[in-house]
C-alpha cells in the first residue's frame, strides 16, 4: 500500500524543496521506502537522469535524500525560461518545444495525464510519495487547469499540507488568506499546516500558530526554525546564488558574472563549500573585480541574449583586461561557448537565426543545432590524473584550432578547449568540481590547499535536515494524515 502527502506554499520560496529534502531523510531513516514528486516545475537548473532525460535540481536532491538515482517520473513537466515570457517544455524528460506562458496557461491542463501516469509508476513498489507543489495555491488566476498544485492534488487523491514563511512577515495572513481565496473543494483536501523558516524563541509565535488552527480549522504540524546550514545544500532557485556565493571564504577569488539567463549554477556550489575559496557573484551593474584569480562564465538557457548582457555590463572590457592583467577564465557549457570567435544560430533555436560574434578568447565556433546532448560520464583530467564525473545538457556543436588542447577526457574522448597560452578554458561537461580529487588538484594551481569532501558534507546536511524535521515537526501526523493511492 503506497501512500501519499503533498507540500504546498504559501508562495514560492517558503523553503518546500529544503522541507521535503528533510521529510524524506527523515521517513528513510525510518525504515520507509520514499519517492519525491514534483508535477510541474519552472528551474534552468536540471539535472539528468541515469534515464536520459532532465529534471529540476530540487528533485535530484530530494532523489538523493531518498537513497536512490533521479529518475524524470520525479518531476514530469519542467519549465526551463528562456526569456521573459517563454520557455522550453520539458516533458517526462524530453524537449517538447517553446512554450509562451500564455499559450501554456491555456494547454496546461492536456499535460495532465503525463503527470498522472508519472506520478502513479513512481508510486509502485514504495510506501509513501511526498509531493512538492510550485508556487502558491492562492494564485486564483491560475487555478483553471492547474496541475502544480490543488489541480494535481484533487485529480490524485492526495491531501496537502500548507506551509508559510514567517520570515518574510505576515504568516498568519498567509495561511488564513490562501484558505479565504480557494474553493470550498480545494480546501478540502488540506489536512494541516506548518509555519517555515522562524528565528528566535519559538514560544513567542505560540499565539500565532494557535490563531491560524482557531481560525482555518486545521491543525499545526510545527513552527520550524530557520536550518542554519540550508547554505550548505545545492540551490535550485537562482536567487538564491549572490547570498550563497557570498558564504565562501577567503583566499582564490572567482568571479561569476550574473547574467540573465544562468543555467546549471549548481557548478558553483562544491566551489562555495571550499573554505580557501572566495566566491563572488558579480550583480549587474558592478564591474568585474580586478583582484579576481579566475573569471568562471557558467552555464545558460539563452547564450547569445546572454553574451549581449555580458556586454552591456561592459564585462566584455573587463575579462579582456583580467586576461591581460594574467588572470584565467573558465567557461562552462553557455560560457564555454560565449568565449570563442562566433556563435551561429541558424535554426533559431534561441530566438530568431542569427550569428554573433563571441567574446573571441578561444579559438572555436560553435553551430547551435535542434539536436539536444543530455548524458552523465565519467572521466579523468589528465593534467593531474584525477579521475571524474559530470553531465552533459547542451544544444550546440563546437569546433575549432583550441578544441586540440582538449583539458579533460570523457569516456575516451577529448573535452573542452584551451588558448595557446593555458590561461582560457573551456567545456561543455557540468558537474566536475564535485569530485573532490580533480577541484582538488584544479584549485592547487591557484594556492588552495583543499580537504573537503563536497559529496559527504552534502549527506551529512540532509542527515541534519532530517534530524532538525523531526525536532520540530510532527511528522508521526503527517504520516497517518498520507492518503492511500
Known amino acids: 500500500m503506497t501512500k501519499a502527502i503533498m507540500i504546498q506554499g504559501t508562495g514560492s520560496n517558503v523553503g518546500k524543496s529544503m522541507i521535503v529534502a528533510g521529510l524524506i531523510r527523515a521517513c528513510v531513516n525510518r525504515g520507509l521506502r520514499v519517492r519525491p514528486f514534483k508535477p510541474q516545475n519552472m528551474s534552468n537548473n536540471a539535472a539528468v537522469t541515469e534515464d536520459g532525460g532532465e529534471i529540476g535540481r530540487a528533485q535530484a536532491l530530494q532523489a538523493r535524500a531518498a537513497g536512490v538515482a533521479p529518475h524524470t517520473d520525479m518531476n514530469p513537466i519542467l519549465l526551463k525560461p528562456q ?27 492536456a499535460l495532465m495525464p503525463h503527470v498522472l501516469e508519472s506520478f502513479h509508476r513512481l508510486a509502485k513498489g514504495i510506501d509513501l510519495i511526498i509531493v512538492e507543489g510550485a508556487g502558491s495555491p492562492a494564485e486564483t488566476n491560475l487555478r483553471a487547469g492547474d496541475i502544480a498544485n490543488m489541480g494535481f492534488a484533487n485529480a490524485a487523491g492526495v491531501p496537502v499540507i500548507l506551509m508559510g514563511d514567517i520570515d518574510r512577515g505576515g504568516v498568519i495572513a498567509q495561511i488564513v488568506g490562501t484558505q479565504a481565496v480557494m474553493s470550498v473543494q480545494d480546501n478540502a483536501m488540506v489536512r494541516g499546516f506548518a509555519v517555515n523558516k522562524f528565528r528566535g524563541d519559538r514560544s513567542l509565535f505560540d499565539a500565532g500558530r494557535d490563531d491560524i488552527a482557531r481560525r482555518t480549522g486545521w491543525p499545526s504540524l510545527g513552527v520550524i526554525p530557520w536550518f542554519d546550514q540550508a547554505h550548505r545544500l545545492p540551490a535550485e532557485d537562482v536567487m538564491d546564488l549572490p547570498a550563497r556565493a557570498r558564504s565562501g571564504g577567503a583566499g582564490c577569488v572567482i568571479a561569476v558574472p550574473r547574467l540573465p539567463r544562468i543555467a546549471n549554477f549548481d557548478d558553483l556550489d562544491p566551489l562555495a563549500a571550499e573554505p580557501g575559496v572566495d566566491l563572488r557573484m558579480i550583480m549587474p551593474g558592478t564591474p568585474l573585480p580586478a583582484e579576481a584569480d579566475l573569471v568562471l562564465l557558467v552555464g545558460s538557457k539563452a547564450t547569445i541574449s546572454d553574451l549581449e548582457a555580458f556586454r552591456a555590463e561592459g564585462w566584455d572590457i573587463d575579462l579582456a583586461a583580467h586576461i591581460r592583467r594574467g588572470g584565467h577564465v573558465l567557461g562552462l557549457c553557455g560560457g564555454y561557448q ?6 551561429a544560430d541558424p535554426h533559431g533555436i534561441e530566438g530568431p537565426p542569427s550569428e554573433v560574434a563571441g567574446l573571441g578568447h578561444l579559438d572555436i565556433a560553435t553551430v547551435m543545432a535542434p539536436k539536444k546532448h543530455l548524458s552523465l560520464k565519467t572521466g579523468t583530467h589528465p593534467a593531474s590524473g584525477t579521475a571524474l564525473s559530470g553531465y552533459e545538457i547542451h544544444i550546440g556543436e563546437t569546433t575549432g584550432p583550441d578544441c586540440a588542447r582538449g583539458w579533460l577526457r570523457f569516456d575516451g574522448t577529448s573535452e573542452g578547449a584551451t588558448s595557446e597560452d593555458g590561461r582560457v578554458q573551456g567545456c561543455y561537461m557540468h558537474g566536475i568540481f564535485t569530485s573532490d580529487d580533480f577541484r582538488r588538484a584544479y584549485l592547487a594551481d591557484f594556492g588552495v590547499t583543499s580537504s573537503h569532501q563536497f559529496d559527504l558534507g552534502v549527506d551529512k546536511t540532509l542527515d541534519a535536515l532530517a534530524e532538525h524535521v523531526e525536532s520540530y515537526m510532527d511528522v508521526d501526523l503527517l504520516l497517518s494524515l498520507a492518503g492511500e493511492i
Open 83 to 109: 526569456s521573459a515570457t517563454g520557455a522550453q517544455l520539458v516533458v517526462q524528460g524530453k524537449v517538447a518545444g517553446h512554450q509562451e506562458a500564455a499559450a501554456f496557461g491555456a494547454n496546461k491542463q
Open 338 to 343: 560565449m568565449l570563442g570567435q562566433r556563435i
